[in-house]
């Protein structure tokens, strides 16, 4: 009796487990981005029909650089299947890739030992933890390979001539490929060829056979690979490097537990003679994959995958070496954290995570299709995460200055990122850098610099961005007809000249009349009110406002403002349900104090 309620525990927490894994990692994919820069490198590859010979979508790369291949397969085959199938194809393979990850990592800490509990804890954990570093596209493929190759280390699945090296080999030179981080894998099997005995029970029947063969696919992989050793070369500029604060880490508290878990795991079961056992090829990979994870964001993701089959096996060693009266609390130890899970989940934490970070920031939309119908064909400065979008919108008729890939020229791409924080002389900067357009964040430092700039001009403005042009003859025609006379749309706190009252309702009223439903010009329209004095009408404007463009988070929270200044009960009370809107499409400190300062319900 006591076994079979054991099985059925065990198999419980399992499913439960891996479960939330899958269904988290799912949602969070689903709510980013799909990769519209490889999906753009992508479509010239299928254009040319070969290999661009330059780079295209970054007027600040060098005149040497070549078109960015390190990711070719994965960008032609992501192409196709979108242009073939939509979307959703490349969703669904997301989710595939996803649910491949969990079943290898799973599998890999069976093979270890791990029984079932300890795997799903572990092996939840570490995806859970791993999927706020992981995009859509070449980086979840190289994950997934990754976790596919630690499967296939710990045991060979066809006992054959070359055991499991007859099957890194290929799974290697697809995923270098696919993505550079996928180069990880070779310090994983050099490690572990290091490390490992050829006497050992997993070692293939001809050893120095199976060696010469994975290190010689490797080989051919990185001669046949369109842009060769530059792949290899330029994989640490592609990466973002922490600073190493403190506030670096703040999201990522769950990774570093695991990390430091691992390493007590892997420490403490070195007391007990099984865990002696290839404690220096683990020590050695822990080692050096947790290094690579605390000065890159992109190898984070491989030390968890490779951490959780890890621990959960050493712990399992480490719980079966305790005393037996010891040994017997792991059962209450087990149900009180799948009452605590399940707890949680029920208590709202499930869809908290599910929210967290599953979305991307609003971009641009209306300006987008400003540029299309002015059929216009500039070099666009913009911040870099914007670049994928637009890029994939608007190429070929427009070149960016950067993009998170780290193509751009290095001394150029600074002098753009000072100019873009509003550093040094930022017109001289944009002039001497050759940029034709400033697409940019409304607020953000550079708008608010070119807000009262006599050499640029703001010519269209939505819900999240501003474009501005420099004041030359080749736009002026754009400018005469677009550039408001009294607003200036870059600057949310103060985005008309008090002057200029007359000419702001004017433009106002005019963006209105073109699109009713963009919600920052009731927000700019309430303010012009406020500054006349009405307070009643500005009310009123953003109540319309936010039944025309719901989405839009400002207008709530400015409505908020005003009826908390009422300080009447039921005032206060519409402004914290107010307040509670706008946070649900928005986190911002500050709307989180206001709320606080308006008290409990």
């Known amino acids: 009796m006591f076994a079979t309620l054991r099985l059925l525990f065990n198999a419980t927490a399992l499913l439960a487990l891996l479960c939330l894994a899958a269904v988290l990692g799912v949602v969070s994919l689903h709510g980013q981005e799909l990769p519209w820069e490889h999906l753009a490198l992508g479509r010239q590859l299928a254009e040319a029909s070969s290999i661009p010979d330059h780079e295209s979508l970054l007027f600040t790369a060098p005149a040497s650089a070549p078109f960015d291949a390190r990711s070719w397969a994965w960008d032609w085959g992501g192409w196709q299947a979108y242009h073939l199938y939509g979307p959703s194809a490349l969703r669904f393979a997301d989710a595939l890739v996803w649910l491949l990850a969990l079943a290898a990592l799973a599998a890999a800490a069976f093979r270890r030992g791990a029984r079932p509990f300890s795997t799903a ?9 791993a999927r706020t570093d992981l995009s859509p596209g070449p980086d979840l493929f190289a994950f997934a390979a990754f976790c596919a190759a630690l499967w296939i280390m710990e045991g060979d699945f066809w006992p054959a001539f070359f055991g499991r090296f007859i099957w890194l080999g290929p799974l290697a030179v697809l995923a270098v490929n696919v993505s550079p981080a996928a180069w990880l894998l070779a310090p994983l099997v050099l490690l572990t060829l290091m490390f490992d005995g050829e006497a050992s029970p997993l070692a293939p029947r001809h050893p120095k056979v199976a060696k010469t063969v994975f290190w010689s696919l490797l080989l051919v992989c990185l001669c046949l690979h369109p842009q060769g050793i530059s792949s290899l070369r330029s994989l640490p500029s592609a990466v973002e490097f922490w600073a190493l604060r403190p506030e670096a880490f703040d999201a990522r508290q769950g990774a570093l537990l695991l990390m430091a878990f691992a390493g007590l795991c892997l420490v403490a079961s070195s007391w007990v003679k099984a865990g002696r056992a290839k404690l220096a090829r683990e020590l050695a990979l822990l080692a050096a994959f947790a290094l690579a994870a605390l000065l890159s964001r992109a190898a984070l993701p491989f030390f968890l995958a490779l951490a959780a089959p890890l621990s959960a096996a050493r712990f399992d060693m480490l719980a079966d070496a305790l005393p037996a009266p010891l040994r017997s609390l792991r059962w ?31 971009g641009p939309q209306q300006t987008e299709t400003f540029y299309a119908q002015q059929l216009l064909d500039e070099d666009i400065l913009c911040p870099p995460d914007w670049t994928p979008r637009l890029a994939w919108k608007l190429a070929p008729n427009a070149r960016f200055a950067l993009d998170p890939r780290g193509v751009a020229d290095p001394v150029r791409a600074a002098a753009l990122q000072d100019a873009l924080q509003a550093r040094g002389d930022v017109a001289a900067t944009l002039a001497q850098q050759g940029v034709g357009m400033c697409w940019l964040p409304r607020g953000s430092p550079l708008a608010l610099a070119l807000a009262g700039s006599q050499t640029w001009q703001p010519v269209s403005f939505d819900d999240a961005a501003v474009v501005y042009v420099p004041d030359t003859p080749a736009n002026a025609e754009m400018i005469r007809v677009c550039a408001p006379r009294g607003l200036r749309p870059g600057d949310p706190d103060q985005p008309f000249d008090a002057t200029r009252l007359v000419q702001s309702e004017a433009d106002l009223e005019a963006d209105l009349a073109r699109d009713p439903g963009m919600g920052v010009v009731y927000l700019y329209m309430a ?3 406020l500054a006349r004095g009405h307070a009643a009408k500005a009310r009123e404007t953003l109540e319309g406002g936010i039944r025309a463009d719901p989405d839009f988070a400002p207008d709530y929270a400015r409505l908020a403002a005003l009826r908390a200044g009422l300080g009447d009960a039921s005032d206060i009370a519409a402004a914290r349900l107010l307040y509670r809107g706008a946070l649900r499409l928005q986190d911002r400190p500050e709307w989180r104090r206001a709320l606080a300062a308006l008290g409990p319900a």
Not at 332 to 359: E, M, N, T
């Open 121 to 129: 804890i572990l092996v939840a954990w570490a995806l859970l933890a």
């Open 332 to 362: 209450p130890a087990k149900l009180v954290a799948l009452s605590v899970l399940l707890a949680w989940a029920a208590s709202g934490g499930l869809l908290a995570l599910s929210q967290a970070d599953g979305g991307s920031p609003q």
């Open 527 to 529: 303010q012009l009110w």
